[in-house]
């Protein structure tokens, strides 16, 4: 099994940036990619971003301000978000597909909360 735990939330002005990080451990050698999703109240979980080896894919909201990115060394993958808007107000959860018993499964991060307000 894997496990997810994220930092770096909080409270930031429109326009501004935050960092989010995202620290793995358990079997971390079967991970297949990483990815962060966020969930706004009232709405379906959406997913952000995601990284495979060195290649990021994006939500369409999100392209030009956030970037993914992924540390295999130290099984880690960071959320720089820059122009930070109300709408990006969501709790964030980092996930991870990994291998186990044959198949790729999901798991994911507590969650952390991101702010956006004046």
């Known amino acids: 099994q894997v496990q997810l735990v994220e930092s770096g939330g909080g409270l930031v002005q429109p326009g501004g940036s935050l960092r989010l990080s995202c620290a793995a451990s358990g079997r971390v050698f079967t991970i297949y990619d990483m990815a962060w999703y966020r969930q706004a109240p009232g709405e379906q979980r959406e997913m952000v971003a995601r990284i495979f080896v060195d290649e990021p894919t994006y939500a369409d909201s999100v392209k030009a301000r956030f970037t993914i990115s992924k540390d295999n060394g130290k099984h880690t993958s960071d959320l720089q978000m820059n122009f930070l808007r109300p709408h990006d107000t969501a709790v964030y959860y980092c996930?991870?597909?990994?291998?186990?018993?044959?198949?790729?499964?999901?798991?994911w991060g507590q969650g952390t909360q991101v702010t956006v307000s004046s």
């Open positions: 996930n991870a597909r990994a291998w186990t018993d044959g198949k790729l499964t999901d798991y």
